[in-house]
Nanobody, 124 residues
Framework: QAHLVETGGGLAQPGGSLRLSCVSS????????MAWFRQGPGKEREFVAG????????FYGDAVRGRFPISRDDTKSKVYLQMNGLRSEEAAGYFCGGARAGIIGLIERGYGSWGQGTQVTVSS
């Protein structure tokens, strides 16, 4: 499985934006579907957004659809999450997951590779 490292978290004001990045050390990044999940305090990890191996298919959780576009750059082995219009309830640890099968899954066990996460705080 690939080693994943997330960056880009930090403090944003309500309504503000952050861009998360996840870089993979794997040699076959282009074969992987990638996704972002998040986990707030006392909450289960939830699916945020996913992109398939080719980049031609994306899927979003209902809460973020239209605000958090996901993209990938296979030349850099990176996946991005542009978070716009952040809300206070979206403060959480954000985790990048990789699925070797190349298909977007909506649950954690569909992903065999995970990063350590990056913390997002939304506060005025």
């Amino acid at each position: 499985q690939a080693h994943l490292v997330e960056t880009g978290g930090g403090l944003a004001q309500p309504g503000g934006s952050l861009r998360l990045s996840c870089v993979s050390s794997g040699r076959t990044f282009g074969d992987f579907a990638m996704a972002w999940f998040r986990q707030g305090p006392g909450k289960e990890r939830e699916f945020v957004a996913g992109i398939n191996w080719s980049g031609r298919s994306t899927f979003y959780g209902d809460a973020v659809r239209g605000r958090f576009p996901i993209s990938r750059d296979d030349t850099k082995s990176k996946v991005y999450l542009q978070m716009n219009g952040l809300r206070s309830e979206e403060a959480a640890g954000y985790f990048c997951g990789g699925a070797r099968a190349g298909i977007i899954g909506l649950i954690e066990r569909g992903y065999g590779s995970w990063g350590q996460g990056t913390q997002v705080t939304v506060s005025s």
